[in-house]
Every structure is written in C-alpha cells, then in structure tokens.
C-alpha cells in the first residue's frame, strides 16, 4: 500500500492550493485519513483529518481556510488551502489508518509534499 500525494508547489500569500493524495494498493477498509505538516525542528503536526463518516477535525491554526474531505469510492483524500500564509509553509504528509486485509491494521504515511508560501 502507498499513499501518493500531489498538489504542492509555490503560492503567495492570500493564494489557494489544493492538496490530494491517492491510497494505492490492496486495500481491505480505510478508517481516518489526514494531512499533517512538518517546519525543519519541528514536530508533525495535524493539521486536518476526516474519519470514514465524513467527521472533520482541524488545527485551530488553519480552522476556516482549509478544507479536508475526501471520496471513499476513489480511496482519496484532498486538502483545499485559501488564504494560504507564510507560516503554512511546510512539508505537507498525507495519512491513513486502515487495514490491508481483515487481520492488518496500520498507519500509513506519504512521502510528503513541500508547500511553500512566498511573496
């Protein structure tokens, strides 16, 4: 199972990206999905995830600007980013939990995308 991120690149502030990421391989059932990003020295953080049902959560930092969903026939998961700020720059990691059959459950994780917000 891979998880294959796409949309990153450079944007100004105030501009818009959009994230998505591709769950590829056999897959039995997938749980909550996310996006979480990471700065040099910092920890990873989460900045939005959204469980099978469609509940969302997000980072009280990006709460209003980005918008997480994602389609459950297509196994994927999008990020919308307005409003993007310089401090949204990061490494962006898209995130699954789910099970490849029905005895194996894991945390999958993307190789990441950077995001960089510049003038």
């Known amino acids: 199972v891979q998880l294959e991120e796409s949309g990153g690149g450079l944007v100004q502030p105030g501009g818009s990206l959009t994230l998505s990421c591709a769950v590829a391989g056999s897959i039995f059932s997938i749980y909550t999905m996310g996006w979480y990003r990471q700065t040099p020295g910092k920890q990873r953080e989460l900045v939005a995830r959204i469980t099978g049902g469609g509940t969302t959560t997000y980072a009280d930092s990006v709460k209003g600007r980005f918008t997480i969903s994602r389609d459950n026939a297509k196994n994927t998961v999008s990020l919308q980013m307005n409003s993007l700020k310089f401090e949204d720059t990061a490494v962006y990691y898209c995130?699954?939990?789910?099970?490849?059959?029905?005895?194996?459950?894991?945390?999958?994780w993307g190789k990441g995308t950077l995001v960089t917000v510049s003038s």
């Open positions: 995130n699954a939990d789910l099970r490849e059959t029905l005895r194996t459950r894991g945390d999958y």
